[in-house]
């Protein structure tokens, strides 16, 4: 059986920065990264459409799941700290005008490669194309799939989202195998079904919506760009509702709807003037331009045929006034009824995982067993598109790396 001093089972962002810390606090450790795919970190290329957004300079703890303990984390590690990491490493960084911050190439292979050579440079060993299925306390130490013996292990396999980049929810097994909890798992950040016809919209985006999840009252209200697919609705909006949306759908016994404020910089007062003055001066034009100057053209028509005020020769100017309030109404509240979320497979982070209780906040060791460390994905943190799960992924991996 071949001795180390830690594994780390997951090769992704918070098994790679809790590997290259430990090494680092004390180059002596005999440290090993087990990964089941036939390469190390394949989630992270995916990451911000591409370009990795790694962490965000806003990031706080009431931006997440389980804040209080979170604020612990980041205590040590806030998000200048995992800018310092990658800078210590030759990685340049820059934000943009809300606070994201990316590799200065905008390629995610950028932040890949630096981590992978550090790997290479700090002498870590890495074993790929290997699934960890079986971990048993021994002693003072962990027996891994029968093979391996280490002092300090890391499970750092992320959650369930995304299974074809490696993270298929088998971290969970692990974890109940040393003995620790596991709550209930939704998928989140994940775009959401409709029970409503919205293929007329297929593929058109309005930015800057706000949605507001309700069931018998309102839920979460969240903003940002909303992308209208075959069947449903994408976009940062909706899909920082799934994980919400989805709890709702099990657990609440009436339906639950999504609303659509589609102009939330206007007043309901100031779009009825805003149309009304439309139809003063573009009276002339067919209804379908009703709304051309503030939305998507297919999105205004949507509106009038929803209020069953839409004909292909109607023009602008036969709107009365009650016609001019209802389609104000409608597009400050456009209801959609929801059916579901396109599940983990579609879906950037698991919302739910190991609960908090059992790990030590101040170092990610386990209360339970002792030389245990839980990291990243695995863990019941989870927040919204932005820079937020990298800045918890590294975060975490790099005070659990200092604490081996």
């Known amino acids: 059986m071949k001795k180390y001093d830690a594994v780390i089972v997951g090769g992704c962002a918070s098994g790679i920065a809790a590997a290259i810390t430990a090494k680092k606090c ?5 440290i090993v990264i087990i990964e089941k795919l036939p390469r190390l970190g394949k989630k992270i290329l995916a990451t911000g459409n591409g370009r990795c957004n790694l962490t965000n300079l806003g990031a706080e703890a009431s931006d997440y799941k389980n804040p209080a303990f979170v604020r612990m984390v980041f205590e040590k590690y806030p998000p200048e700290k995992v800018v310092d990491f990658f800078g210590s490493m030759g990685l340049l960084t820059y934000e943009d005008s809300e606070d994201r ?5 905008n390629m995610a292979s950028s932040v890949l490669d630096t981590l992978r050579y550090e790997i290479d440079g700090l002498g870590i060993e890495v074993i790929c194309d290997m699934p960890v299925t079986q ?13 391996f013996f280490c002092k300090k292990l890391v499970i750092a396999t992320g959650g369930k989202s995304s299974p074809s980049q490696g993270s298929d929810g088998s971290g969970y097994v692990l974890a109940k195998q040393l003995g620790h909890t596991v709550t209930r798992l939704y998928p989140a950040l994940v775009p959401l079904t409709v029970r409503d016809n919205v293929k007329p919209l297929k593929g058109i985006r309005a930015r800057n919506v706000e949605l507001s999840l309700r069931a018998e009252q309102i839920i979460k209200k969240t903003k940002g760009e909303l992308l209208f697919t075959e069947n449903g609705l994408s976009g940062i909006a909706a ?3 799934a994980s919400v949306a989805e709890e709702s759908l099990e657990s609440v016994k009436c339906k639950t709807f999504t609303d659509v404020d589609f102009l939330p910089e206007m007043s309901s007062e100031e779009l009825v003037q805003y149309l009304l003055n439309v139809k003063k001066v573009k009276g002339y034009c067919d209804c379908d331009m009703l709304f051309a100057g503030v ?6 028509i949507e509106i009038c045929k929803a209020e069953k005020l839409y004909s292909q020769n109607k023009k602008i100017s036969q709107f009365t006034h009650s016609d001019i309030l209802k389609v104000a109404e409608k597009a400050k509240k456009f209801t959609f009824e929801i059916s579901g979320t396109k599940g983990f497979a ?7 995982g190991v609960t908090v209780s059992e790990i030590n906040g101040l170092t990610m060791e386990s209360k339970l067993c002792s030389g245990l460390f839980l990291v990243g994905e695995i863990v019941d943190v989870d927040a ?7 800045q918890w992924a590294f975060a975490s991996g790099m005070l659990a790396g200092e604490n081996i």
Do not use: W
């Not at 911050?101 to 190439?105: E, K, L």
């Open 295 to 300: 939305l998507p053209k297919q999105i205004g």
């Open 26 to 30: 004390n180059p002596k450790l005999n």
């Open 135 to 147: 971990i048993k306390k021994q002693g003072d130490g962990f027996c891994v799939n029968g093979e």
């Open 239 to 241: 899909m920082e509702l």
């Open 384 to 390: 919204g598109c932005g820079g937020y799960n990298l």
């Open 346 to 352: 579609n879906a950037q982070v698991t919302s739910g």
């Open 101 to 105: 911050v990316y590799p200065r190439s």
